[in-house]
């Protein structure tokens, strides 16, 4: 079983900027992607960023060159730093992490984004 704790959700501004951290936990070793994904009110979740274990990574088309997902393997912890962001950012973002048998998600952390 692997456990994420996500944090650094919360209330920003349009413009502005958030951080958000998830810890990873319990059987991370055979871990070969990780990433952050996020459900808007009324919406299906959608992939935000993943970053492989290799480092490569991906991102959806509506926040790429504004957020940048990165990871510190000692710290098992994986970040998405989030700029200028809209109010259409405006979702609880999940963590997720897959191995080749199963994927773990995290319990969610709120971002909202004031016009």
């Known amino acids: 079983q692997v456990q994420l704790v996500e944090s650094g959700g919360g209330l920003v501004q ?12 319990g059987s991370i070793f055979n871990i070969n992607a990780m990433g952050w994904y996020r459900q808007a009110p009324g919406k299906q979740r959608e992939l935000v960023a993943r970053i492989t274990s290799g480092g490569s990574t991906n991102y959806a088309g509506s926040v790429k060159g ?3 997902i990165s990871r510190d393997n000692a710290k098992n912890t994986v970040y998405l730093q989030m700029n200028s962001l809209k109010p259409e950012d405006t979702a609880v973002y999940y963590c997720n992490a897959a191995n080749m048998y199963s994927g773990y998600w995290g319990q969610g952390t709120q971002v909202t984004v004031s016009s």
């Open 14 to 25: 349009a413009g502005g900027s958030l951080r958000l951290s998830c810890a990873a936990s």
């Open 66 to 68: 504004r957020f940048t």
